[in-house]
């Protein structure tokens, strides 16, 4: 009977003119739809669809007629929003793969290139081949290209031996200075949790065939929570003491220069610390980046940027960075990246007047090792503080750290859950120091999300 009455329902829809009879099953509808679709007969194939979602509202191969239909005829809207409801209604993962590209390919038609971009990480959900998922990561990175908006997002969370930057020993001891001190509980290391989210939104102002122009906001927030042996140890701090956070606008030129690309930037921002406004802060800077030839490319940069404080003089500073980037690929898919860096800083506050130097380097694994993809780094620095005091004791020759991180970051690609893809980072380093309050130790694990495409 349930079937009767829906072909019921169809052959009403379909009714030809008064005193001709039709007789269609469901099957027979749907050949019909089809046929006339393959024909170009849009009107047949529209009037069999709607005859179809009469006898089932949810029946997605309906749906998809539809969405064929007015693709044909130039309804761009119509046919996404059928797209839609054929994604929705779908039980097979390949069918909803079709379903949700063809969404993508009519909402680009109609230059909503971030609706694309949410069909296609909707559409990557149920991706069932490697080969599908790359497809669907090319054309994501296409309509990135052409969207003037652009949205980055990413959130960690790392449990630390040291969340502070605190000292490994309780008592304070001066290379040259016959007093030792005690630290407190809050000066020393202590454990927790990090979380850290970091927000960046982009949009394009102008683009010609050599140069492009765009502005920036970017929002970063640091949170801590302590551990109970953290909070046993220094009873009067609060998750809150840690936190820190800064938001920052930019504007960006870049164009292209012989072979390689020179950009100029200017940002302005302000940064917090512990639930209070630090400092001001405006940035300029030009960069470059030249390939070499043989997948090597060297990148250049240099800023300056003043610092303000909201209160008093303690924030002010002025600072210069250089730096200086070796990409290379290798034959045998990997990439070796080679970092150099200087800093140096002239402020009002004597401790905060420092220069800085640090190289890395970083080698990226072409390959999977089963489901993971692999990275690892190694950074070095050295920094001096030529007029370093430690309280009413002037630190003899200034005070002087030495820095060694290791980092090895590994990428679950397997994990795909719309382009999302969670990753982990181990850490382990320290600092050392001729003021033993700045020998630092850490031992981290962080656990991430990241964007495959």
């Avoid at 390919?105 to 069932?128: K, P, V």
């Avoid at 309780?170 to 454990?191: C, H, K, N, R, W």
């Avoid at 072979?259 to 940002?267: E, I, N």
Wanted: proline share 4%; net charge neutral; aromatic share 8%.
């Amino acid at each position: 009977m349930r079937r009767l009455a829906s072909a019921l329902c169809v052959m009403m829809a379909l009714a030809p003119p008064a005193g001709a009879q039709v007789d269609l099953s469901i099957p027979q509808v749907r050949a019909l739809a089809q046929q006339a679709l393959d024909a170009g007969d849009t009107a047949t194939a529209i009037r069999a669809a709607r005859g179809l979602l009469q006898a089932d509202p949810r029946d997605p191969f309906a749906y998809f007629i539809l969405s064929g239909a007015h693709a044909r005829q130039g309804d761009i809207a119509l046919s996404r929003k059928a797209a839609a409801y054929a994604f929705r209604y779908s039980d097979d993962p390949r069918s909803k793969v079709v379903a949700g590209q063809h969404a993508a390919r009519m909402a680009l038609a109609e230059e909503r290139f971030g609706l694309a971009q949410i069909w296609l990480r909707r559409t990557a959900i149920h991706a069932t081949s490697p080969a599908e998922k790359d497809l669907i990561a090319r054309d994501y990175g296409g309509l990135r290209r052409l969207n003037p908006f652009s949205l980055s997002f990413s959130t960690a969370l790392r449990p630390s031996s040291n969340v502070n930057n605190g000292s490994e020993d309780s008592l304070q001891v001066i290379d040259g200075v016959p007093v030792t001190g005690i630290l407190s509980g809050t000066a020393q290391a202590l454990s927790g949790v990090i979380a850290t989210g970091d927000l960046t939104l982009g949009y394009r102002l102008a683009r010609t065939e050599t140069s492009q122009t765009g502005i920036g906001l970017r929002l970063y927030a640091r949170h801590v929570a302590l551990s109970s042996s953290a909070q046993a140890q220094a009873p009067g701090a609060r998750n809150s003491d840690f936190a820190s956070h800064f938001a920052e606008a930019t504007l960006r030129h870049v164009r292209a220069a012989g072979d390689g690309a020179l950009g100029l930037t200017g940002a302005a921002g302000q940064s917090w610390y512990a639930g209070s406004s630090t400092y001001r802060f405006a940035r300029g800077g030009i960069d470059y980046r030249h390939p070499l030839g043989d997948g090597a490319v060297l990148s250049l940069a240099l800023s300056v940027e003043e610092r303000f404080s909201t209160s008093g003089t303690r924030f002010d500073a002025t600072s210069a960075t250089l730096g200086a980037t070796l990409a290379q690929d290798l034959a045998n898919g990997d990439r070796l990246t080679l970092s150099f860096g200087l800093r140096d800083t002239d402020a009002a506050f004597a401790n905060d007047i420092s220069t800085a130097i640090s190289a890395r380097a970083g080698y990226a694994f072409g390959r999977a090792f089963g489901p993971v993809t692999l990275d690892a780094a190694l950074t070095l620095g050295h920094s001096d503080y030529p007029s370093y005091m430690s309280g009413f004791i002037v630190v003899p020759g200034g005070r002087q750290d030495r820095a060694a991180y290791a980092d090895l970051n590994m990428v679950f690609q397997d994990l795909d859950y719309a382009g999302f893809v969670p990753s982990l980072q181990l850490r382990t380093g320290g600092t050392w120091s001729n003021d033993s309050r700045f020998e630092t130790r850490e031992i981290s694990v962080s656990f991430g999300i990241q964007s495959r495409f």
